[in-house]
Nanobody, 126 residues
């Protein structure tokens, strides 16, 4: 059974930091592109960051570039999202996702991803 389990969310003041983790199990994810998405109340799910299977390529939404860092440890089947300088507008449920790849896969589109976690809440107070 394939599972992605996020952790590390919580309540933090503006300017603070959080580190999200995603533990993957049930198959080998080392070739998958791994992504983080978020969804705020009343808004659509949006791309945050992605990392290639080898970890050699990373991608970020403009809104988080310079503040968030995505990383992965394939030996431990984990993906992390280090979030610094958090803003109230970062408040959302954050989801980890895995993309097995394919000719039409696009790292910033949620529909490209095959597996999803249940999400972890991040709340940034002003």
């Amino acid at each position: 059974q394939v599972q992605l389990v996020e952790s590390g969310g919580g309540l933090v003041q503006a300017g603070g930091s959080l580190r999200l983790s995603c533990a993957a199990s049930g198959r080998t994810f080392s070739s998958d592109t791994m992504g983080w998405f978020r969804q705020a109340p009343g808004k659509e799910r949006e791309f945050v960051a992605a990392i290639s299977g080898s970890g050699g390529s990373t991608y970020y939404a403009d809104s988080v570039k310079g503040r968030f860092t995505i990383s992965r440890d394939n030996a431990k089947n984990t993906v992390h999202l280090q979030m610094n300088s958090l803003k109230p507008e970062d408040t959302a449920v954050f989801y980890c996702a895995a993309d097995r790849g394919g000719p039409y896969s696009t790292f910033y589109e949620a529909r490209s991803y095959d597996y999803w976690g249940q999400g972890t809440q991040v709340t940034v107070s002003s």
